[in-house]
């Protein structure tokens, strides 16, 4: 049995990150549509949650012999219960924190309302649009004896009639109408009034019910399982599950429902016949006052007035010109004389595509590889790719089709890439393809080889590289090159356990990379000096990894994480992890690099990675870490980490007792706004750098071309007076 005195449940652990979400939703120092994406945020989190880790917890009870999980010593039904126990006070302040958003858009001009509240000219304007737009596509139903209750997709967003025939008071039926997905989830009134389409059928929903009258009226949100994937689970459990599961065939919109949201409170009667409908416990049933599924509120934001939005959003920022890339200079020449970093979404992904680009029609590169595992809708990456293998390149391309809810995205481009004559690997079995790493390959006229490498710790999304925080290192390091070539030679034959001399490639390095790093630091502690560890993650739950950190903090060397999410180790508990300590940042940015530091000062290895300290990425997926030797790109990323420790507006300290709290405000930093900042002043200071070296090499190419003139002008009148002296000699 695992010591669990200093861990604790995944599960749990996810809800208080999500709770952190809902506490940037209910700071009155953040601008109130801000608060706004904030809430859509927190319930988009947690319908996914239900989704994927209530819905394959759901699974176990299938199993005769239920694992145990290895953090808290659950079970997966007590996880069940301890999740759906925790979620009814999470419903309490999702609930009171939608209300305060709502009125605070009230006092700033901004209604958001129920059909009920308004003026009776707009209400008669509401139901003629529910006649002549909703009415006409509506999908409803009487359930009765030989109308039998519908079988909901997922995410289905209902109103639920009591009704009464008009000719027969004892005759009950319920009246189903499905809230149709093909229009907005909102009626605009005017420029800041909108009502949402569930309250605009539950007002007049009634009119498709003839011969009956309403009793009582509701509207419900049904969450479903979805598939799981086994690569997505950190269980320790025996294989026969996971042959279990592959063996399912199913299908995600119908799958068995986890959830059931109602928006008031039902009688018993009426509560046991969706129970029974639905096949829930009364426990996964959560009434809540606020809005459902409100993922569509990022476009309603977008739908107010412009002068609004900038009132009541952080300040426009769009990723800056790195200061590091000379705009005018090829990118395969700067590279070869520096590495270059990139820092997003502070500064701009263009470098990475120009990069591309230029491979593309370069007559020196031979050949493009890469790991593809999110990629944008209209994606320059793989158009480039495109053009790269129409120009005679060897393009290889290992695309993920199993990245969660991309994957019909993965399969279109994929298909594309595969039509101009990209080479398309899919992974291996069992392991996702989750590392982010290209390798470009040119051969020059003598015959000799050069590598170019860019290695990530997010996507090549041009989309998400604005809104996510993540390292590029891009290089022509021959060591590296050569790690980043004999991987892609493994990928092509299916092997995993390829050895790497500098770069961690999991499932087989990056384990025994960490631990001898890890070991090295508790042998300088032993030594007498002083052992440092400092990570940035998403997550970390894995069991093997937890316990390598504890063993590390019980030798005294000092542990520092910060850990935007999972976090199933606690800090602080004697004898197990005295000396770390860990934070967790939620901002305006989602914190998404990974960045492992050992040693300190000069001594530092420092890495970016792709990997979080989770079962799945160290053992189940292929990721990649890549050293980082440039001193200046070390530097660099060592200030970031001290940046990112200083904030006491945003960070949260975690306490053993699993809880989060906020640290004193001393400096007033909020680090992600400080690094907003300094993006636009190294932007700046670089054109302007760009601007002056300009104007130096004008004036430099003027005085070239006067001194070039003064002796054209020397050569002539020497030409001269040489010929009056032939004359003279004459």
Same mark, same amino acid.
């Given at each position: ?31 109130? $549509?801000?608060?706004?994406?904030? #809430? ?43 999740? $759906? ?6 419903? @309490? ?109 539950? %007002? #007049? ?90 993922? #569509? ?10 002068? $609004? ?23 395969? %020449? ?83 890439? %595969? ?43 041009? @989309? ?6 993540? #390292? ?78 504890? %063993? ?162 020397? @050569? ?13 000699? @004459?």
């Amino acid at each position: 049995m695992a010591d669990i005195s200093f861990t604790q449940n995944r599960e749990l652990s996810w809800l208080k990150f999500d709770q952190r979400v809902l506490e940037e939703a209910n700071d009155r120092d953040v601008p109130v $549509l801000e608060r706004l994406r904030f #809430f859509s945020i927190f319930d988009t989190n947690l319908e996914e949650f239900f989704m994927v880790r209530v819905g394959s917890l759901t699974d176990f009870k299938n199993l005769k012999k239920k694992p145990i999980d290895s953090k808290s010593g659950m079970t997966s039904d007590e996880q069940l219960d301890a999740i $759906l126990s925790e979620c009814v006070d999470l419903y @309490k302040q999702k609930d009171q924190v939608y209300a305060q958003i709502v009125d605070e858009l009230k006092v700033n001009g901004i209604n958001l309302l129920k059909v009920s509240e308004l003026n009776e000219k707009d209400k008669k304007s509401v139901e003629y649009y529910f006649n002549t737009k909703i009415e006409p596509i509506l999908n409803f139903q009487v359930v009765d004896r030989v109308h039998p209750f519908p079988r909901l997709p997922n995410l289905a967003l209902c109103l639920v009639f009591s009704l009464v025939a008009d000719n027969d008071d004892e005759s009950k039926s319920v009246g189903l109408i499905q809230v149709p997905d093909k229009i907005k989830r909102y009626l605009k009134i005017n420029d800041t009034t909108f009502v949402f389409i569930e309250d605009i059928i539950k %007002e #007049f929903g009634y009119q498709v019910f003839e011969g009956y009258e309403v009793e009582n009226k509701s509207t419900i949100s049904l969450t479903r399982n979805t598939d799981i994937s086994y690569d997505d689970d950190d269980y320790d459990i025996d294989q026969d599950f996971r042959d279990y599961m592959k063996g399912k065939l199913k299908k995600r919109k119908r799958l068995h429902p986890v959830r059931l949201e109602i928006d008031n409170e039902l009688s018993e009667q009426a509560l046991d016949f969706l129970k029974s409908q639905f096949d829930l416990d009364r426990k996964n049933i959560f009434v809540t006052k606020s809005l459902m599924q409100a993922g #569509f509120l990022f476009g309603l934001v977008e739908d107010l007035p412009e002068n $609004l939005i900038a009132k009541h959003t952080y300040d426009p920022f769009s990723p800056q010109a790195s200061a590091m890339v000379d705009p005018n200079s090829p990118m395969m %020449e700067q590279i070869n004389e520096k590495d270059i970093f990139l820092s997003f979404p502070y500064e701009s992904m263009d470098p990475v595509i120009r990069l591309l680009e230029e491979a593309a029609d370069d007559e020196s590169v031979v050949s493009i590889k890469i790991t593809l595992y999110r990629i944008a809708h209209d994606s320059k990456i793989a158009k480039a790719l495109i053009k790269a293998s129409e120009n005679g390149k060897d393009v290889i391309v290992l695309m993920e089709l199993r990245a969660r809810f991309d994957e019909d995205n993965n399969i279109l481009w994929s298909s594309k890439l %595969e039509d101009a004559g990209c080479k398309i690997l899919y992974g291996f079995d069992n392991y996702k393809t989750h590392s982010k790493i290209c390798l470009i390959t040119k051969v020059d006229q003598n015959d000799n080889i050069q590598y170019i490498t860019q290695v990530a710790t997010g996507n090549y999304n041009e @989309k998400t590289a604005k809104l996510y925080t993540d #390292f590029s290192l891009m290089t022509s390091s021959g060591a590296i090159g050569l790690d980043a070539k004999d991987l892609f030679d493994n990928v092509m034959l299916g092997n995993l356990e390829g050895e790497y001399k500098n770069l961690m490639v999991s499932p087989k390095s990056m384990q025994d990379g960490l631990d001898k790093l890890i070991d090295d630091q508790i042998q300088i502690q032993k030594q007498g000096g002083q052992g440092y560890i400092r990570v940035k993650l998403n997550s970390i739950s894995d069991r093997i990894l937890i316990d390598k950190l504890s %063993e590390a903090s019980n030798e005294g060397v000092k542990i520092v994480m910060l850990v935007r999410g999972i976090c199933c180790i606690l800090p602080g508990v004697k004898n197990r992890t005295e000396n770390i300590e860990i934070y967790s940042i939620v901002g305006r940015f989602l914190e998404h690099h990974r960045v492992y530091q050992f040693g300190q000062g000069e001594n530092a290895k420092v890495y970016i990675s792709s990997a979080d300290f989770m079962t799945r990425n160290i053992r189940h997926r292929m990721e990649v870490a890549v050293p980082i030797f440039d001193d200046d790109i070390k530097k660099r990323i060592l200030d970031f980490m001290d940046l990112m420790l200083s904030d006491d507006v945003k960070i949260r300290k975690l306490l053993s007792n699993g809880e989060y709290t906020k640290v004193q405000k001393v400096n007033n930093i909020d680090a992600q706004a400080v690094l907003v900042n300094n993006a636009k002043k190294r932007s700046i200071n670089a054109e302007e750098k760009r601007a002056v070296e300009k104007v130096a090499q004008k004036n430099k190419r003027q005085h070239e071309n006067q001194i070039s003139e003064q002796r054209k002008n020397l @050569k002539k009148e020497k030409s001269y007076f040489r010929r009056i002296l032939d004359i003279f000699r @004459k």
